[in-house]
Structures are given as C-alpha cells and as structure tokens.
C-alpha cells in the first residue's frame, strides 16, 4: 500500500475561545454589578437565586472586550451570523446581558441561548473543585475522569452522533475568566455544596440588529466594529453573488 496516497481529513470544528479578563475590565463588571438594573429571572431557564439585568454605559464592554473577541472568534472559526436568513446587512450589538447569584444547590439545566453569541464569567467563585467533590455523592461514580459536582459544562454531537463532554472544574483561585461560544452550544452549571457564600456570574448574549437603519457604526469606538461590520459583507457578496 503507498501510505502517500493517503489523505486524513478532518472538517474544520467550530469551538469557542477562553479568555481572561484585565483588572479594568473587572472593576468594569463589578461596576455594573453594584448597579444593576430589574429582576431577570423569569427570562432564564436556571434554576438560580437571583438574576438581575445589567446595562453597559456607552457600550464600553461591547467595544472594548465583546466585539474584539467576536472579531478573532470569526477569524479562527467563521462568522456563524450569515447563517441567519436576512435580507439586510445587520450589525452585531449586545442583545441582553445579566448577573447571576447561584446559591449553594442552585443549577442551571442543560440549554441553549436565542442569539448568535453568548458568554460567560465567573466573578467570583467560592468554592474549590476537590472540596466539593470529596463528598460522598460524588465517590465511587464513574464520572469520566472529572468529577462534576461544582463545574460548568459544554455538551455537543461528534461526527459520528456521539454525545460529548468539556467540563470546566472551578476554583477560588482561578482567575476572572470568559467563555466567548455559539449561543446554541449545549451547556450546563453543576450545584456545589457545604458552601453559604454566592458564587456571582454574568452571562449574555449577542446578536444582528435588522431594524431598519441599523449603522454600522451603531457600537463603534474602534476598528473592531469596522473589521466585524466588513467582514459580515464580504461575507454577504460571496453567498449572494
């Protein structure tokens, strides 16, 4: 057999990024947090303490970490908008965005967002994945090398159909870390336990503004917004001729 006749392929995935948060954006957040607006709980499907609606001034976090990591999310991925049936060219914008308070017992059950994007941070987390898991519901189970109790979960189909796993353990000592990823990617939040402090997260979503006169320059602050807004239409010339 002549192995250089032999061509692997693998199709190209689509994943998600990781990123970790600067001091200024951090104090940002907490900012926001410490004014946040109306109850938002009854739009989730969590099963969550408290959730409060939060408002971006000026679209500083928008400009300034949302839409950078958009940009590199289409550069290493693709632009997953153009999936999105529109007859108009629209503008990425932050659709909704939110705090969680999550109590000890507290989950949110596997699910999906209705936007394009999503993210999540963890603010604070203040508990330690061994702690939790030496407890007596976790031991003796066959977990598949992570111990569940306290992590945060992505679940997706492989090629071949099968059902997989990335599960992230969480910490007190981690630092504030994002997850940027498709807001229809499955994914869910274990309870932790034996702990009476809040773990603070925040979630959101982004998605194409289509009212009629939507600028492309609606969020802009810097050549992100012109480098996301371009891509979108050359995107939009190659699959409308």
């Given at each position: ?36 607006g ?5 739009y ?6 408290h ?5 971006d ?23 997953i ?30 699910h ?6 999503s ?27 992570i ?35 498709p ?32 600028s ?11 480098k ?10 190659e699959?409308?001729?």
């Amino acid at each position: 057999m002549d192995q250089s006749q032999v061509t692997p392929v693998c199709p190209h995935p689509v994943g998600w990024l990781e990123y970790t948060l600067s001091q200024t954006e951090i104090d940002y957040l907490w900012e926001c947090v410490a004014n946040k607006g109306p109850d938002y709980k009854q739009y989730l499907i969590g099963h969550i303490a408290h959730s409060y609606q939060l408002s971006d001034t000026n679209n500083w976090f928008f400009d300034n970490v949302l839409l950078p990591l958009l940009n590199r999310y289409i550069d290493e991925f693709s632009n997953i908008g153009m999936d999105i049936p529109l007859n108009v060219i629209a503008p990425y914008y932050l659709d909704r965005w939110w705090v969680n308070y999550q109590h000890e017992g507290d989950f949110n059950p596997l699910h999906t967002h209705g936007s394009v994007f999503s993210f999540a941070i963890w603010l604070k987390i203040p508990t330690n994945h061994a702690e939790q898991n030496d407890n007596p519901i976790s031991k003796g189970t066959n977990h598949g090398g992570i111990p569940r109790i306290s992590c945060f979960e992505f679940a997706y189909n492989d090629i071949l159909g099968r059902i997989n796993n990335y599960t992230y353990p969480l910490n007190s000592t981690d630092p504030v870390r994002m997850l940027f990823f498709p807001a229809k990617l499955h994914h869910l939040v274990y309870p932790y336990y034996n702990c009476d402090e809040d773990r603070v997260t925040i979630s959101g979503n982004i998605g194409l503004d289509a009212t009629v006169g939507a600028s492309k320059t609606k969020h802009s602050k810097d050549q992100t917004v012109e480098k996301s807004y371009n891509n979108q239409v050359q995107d939009f010339k190659e699959n409308n001729g």
